[in-house]
């Protein structure tokens, strides 16, 4: 038994238009299948999660964008149920990660051929974190983009947008950063973003070397660098590029523990979940994917 997991808010009605075409394929395939659908935000998670303790149940797939696939992930993470995903957001950062087909039947195909493997995630309070989560500046630009009606509009170029708009108001802090026990202090912090991979806003590529299978997490911070230089530099994230400049100090991790000496927002996979101080821990080989 297959569950379907559907959010029909994803990629701006885009999760309710592939579910018939799927439909047809699971049944022109007899492959046994539920669809439910997401009422309201973290839904998802207590569909997947449930799903997770019926032992008939194969798989869970999720349909719809990365908040889709954060919130299915923290229902099914430590279990033995795999996750399958048929891309309908606007970013879709984790197929583009795991080549992950746009296409939905092509999609579908790949999960029913049934070769799961597994991936690290890791822990951001109760949160399961499977992409990225950033702090600072990032999280600013993500609560942007969530609250703002730009991004039925504009897809992933919201987050280009929510860039530019964030640029102007924020604040660069203090933080003081813990990776695996070795303190940094550093001041004027825009930004740390914290990658399990290379992704996030629809294809930045923040973290180049971040991989979900590799035991570790990559850690970029960005500081010390003025408002004009900061918006020449953004450019270059989309190559990856960025980590050459003096500004973004790259690194690694198991356990990452953040304070700062004001509250900064942090997002995990695009879903704003608090602000510091926070701490995030590597859970290895803990997610299996379709
Ligand atoms: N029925 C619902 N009504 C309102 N919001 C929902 C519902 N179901 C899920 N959500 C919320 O919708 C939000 C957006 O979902 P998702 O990220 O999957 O799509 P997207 O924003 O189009 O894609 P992406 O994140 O890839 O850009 C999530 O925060 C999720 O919690």
């Known amino acids: 038994m297959f569950i379907v997991i559907v959010n029909p808010v994803s990629g701006n009605g885009k999760g309710v238009k592939i579910v018939s075409p799927l439909e047809k394929e699971l049944k022109r395939k007899q492959v046994p299948y539920e669809i439910r659908w997401t009422q309201y935000p973290g839904h998802a998670s207590k569909l997947a999660e ?7 149940v194969k798989a869970v797939v999720a349909v719809g964008g990365d ?3 954060h919130e299915v992930a923290n229902g099914l993470a430590g279990t033995d149920i795999p996750l399958g995903y048929v891309p309908a957001g606007s970013g879709n950062d984790f197929a583009r990660a795991h080549g992950i087909p746009r296409h939905p039947l092509k999609a579908l195909e790949r999960i029913l051929k049934g070769e799961p493997f597994t991936v690290d995630t890791a822990a951001c309070g109760e949160r399961v974190l499977v992409n990225t989560a950033g702090i600072g500046f990032d999280g600013e630009v993500a609560k942007w983009v969530n609250q703002s009606r730009w991004k ?10 929510g860039v530019i708009r964030v640029l102007r108001r924020f604040t660069p802090r203090k933080v003081w950063l813990t990776v695996d ?4 202090v550093m001041d004027g912090v825009w930004l740390i973003a914290i990658a399990n991979i290379p992704y996030y806003g629809g294809g930045m590529k923040i973290c180049p070397e971040a991989s979900n299978q590799d035991g570790i997490l990559d850690i970029c911070l960005v500081h010390n660098i003025s408002r004009p230089l900061l918006l020449a530099l953004f450019p270059r994230v989309f190559q990856g590029t960025h980590v050459r400049h003096p500004a973004a100090k790259m690194m690694k991790g198991k356990e990452i523990r953040i304070q700062s000496d004001h509250p900064m927002v942090i997002h995990v996979d695009g879903e704003i979940v608090g602000e510091t101080p926070c701490k995030v821990t590597l859970r290895p080989q803990s997610l299996r994917v379709l």
């Not at 449930?50 to 008939?56: C, F, L, N």
């Not at 039925?152 to 947008?161: I, N, S, T």
């Open 50 to 56: 449930e799903a997770s303790r019926r032992p008939e």
């Open 67 to 69: 908040g889709t696939v």
């Open 152 to 161: 039925k509009w504009l897809g992933k170029f919201a987050y280009v947008l």
């Open 181 to 184: 026990g070795q303190e940094h």
